[in-house]
């Protein structure tokens, strides 16, 4: 079955530690986005990807990387600048066309501070 | 003021009740509209594109209103099954498709 897949599904971070999160599609989509979610609120963009090799910084990039390196993965990492880690993570992909296709989600990531 | 803003809810209705959301968006050159659905502590999930002329999917209707700057969404005949988070989003036709996200209205739907 095509979709997205986030793995893991739970993760705990030290203070100081960096941690990676994983997002995998096999929907053949060239973009890519992550988002972040806090209780009771909406999403929040990260940071998205057109192509391979090509990122663009979303609404609240400061503390997060990422990486394109092959079109089915972007990975994000929530560096130790992250403050404030403690959220849903979403990943998602679209067509890229000329006209904006609806975006798909993986089931996520929650991230806690340990 | 937010790019895109729904109404803030919560709604709570009885099951077979008729209910309606609205969203209203700032950017005037926004080009594509959809309505996702998240179930509590689930990832969201395409319920349906909004277009120019309005659309509709058994129970669910989506409209358009370009002048006013709104889409909205009517349930009919609500089921316990429709409670949830109904978000709003709308995209530019550049950038990727990003898109701008609502926070969300919830919906209770009560036997």
């Known amino acids: 079955d095509g979709g997205i897949t986030q793995s893991p599904k739970y993760l705990f971070r030290k203070e100081g530690q960096n941690v990676t999160l994983s997002c995998e599609q096999n929907?053949?989509?060239?973009?890519m986005y992550w988002y972040r979610q806090d209780p009771g609120q909406g999403l929040r963009l990260i940071y998205y990807?057109?192509?391979?090799?090509?990122?663009q910084k979303g609404d609240i990039a400061e503390g997060y990387s990422v990486s394109r390196e092959k079109k089915e993965s972007f990975p994000l990492t929530v560096t130790s600048a992250q403050k404030n880690p403690t959220a849903f993570y979403l990943c998602?992909?679209?067509?890229?066309?000329?006209?904006?296709?609806?975006?798909?989600f993986g089931d996520g990531t929650r991230l806690s501070i340990l | 003021r937010k790019e895109v803003e729904q109404d803030p809810g919560p709604f709570n209705v009885p099951e077979g009740a008729t209910v309606a959301f609205n969203c209203t968006y700032s950017?005037?050159?926004?080009?594509?509209f959809f309505w996702y659905r998240q179930d509590c502590r689930k990832e969201p999930k395409l319920l349906m594109s909004?277009?120019?002329s309005g659309n509709e999917d058994g129970r669910f209707t989506a409209q358009l209103n370009r002048a006013s700057q709104y889409i909205s969404l009517l349930i009919r005949d609500s089921k316990l099954s429709d409670s949830a988070t109904y978000l709003c989003?709308?995209?530019?036709?550049?950038?990727?498709?990003?898109?701008?996200f609502g926070d969300g209205t919830t919906l209770t739907v009560k036997p």
């Open positions: 929907l053949n989509h060239d973009a």
């Open positions: 989003v709308v995209s530019l036709n550049t950038n990727a498709g990003k898109s701008t």
């Open positions: 909004v277009y120019s």
């Open positions: 950017n005037s050159a926004s080009q594509s």
């Open positions: 990807s057109q192509i391979v090799n090509d990122f």
């Open positions: 998602a992909s679209s067509i890229v066309a000329g006209v904006s296709q609806p975006q798909h």
